[in-house]
């Protein structure tokens, strides 16, 4: 004997499929849109590199913690280049 009620809940299961894909769809074009907008993550002036662990930019910038030129040119394309 057939059980009327099983189509009825794989008919129910794929609608909550679809549902859930385009919320999927949804929150992926709004974080695209965020991201575009350049409205998503913290600003920009708000990470302070210390609180990441990490030198501060003068530091990185000074010419006694820079890379040779020999090295530099491995990793740096614009370099490679030339």
């Known amino acids: 004997m057939a059980r009327p ?7 129910r299961k794929e609608i909550a ?3 859930k894909r385009r919320e999927k769809e949804a929150r992926r074009e709004e974080r695209k849109m ?3 907008a350049g409205t998503g993550g913290p600003p ?3 990470v302070d590199p210390a609180d990441l662990g990490l030198p501060d930019l003068e530091h990185l910038r000074s010419e006694e ?7 530099r040119k491995r990793f740096d394309p614009a370099l490679q280049a030339e």
């Not at 009620?5 to 008919?11: D, I, N, P």
């Not at 913690?65 to 090295?71: G, K, Q, T």
């Open 44 to 46: 920009i002036e708000v």
């Open 5 to 11: 009620s099983v189509s009825y809940q794989k008919r």
């Open 65 to 71: 913690n820079r890379l040779p030129e020999n090295i």
């Open 17 to 19: 499929r679809l549902e």
């Open 34 to 36: 965020e991201k575009d």
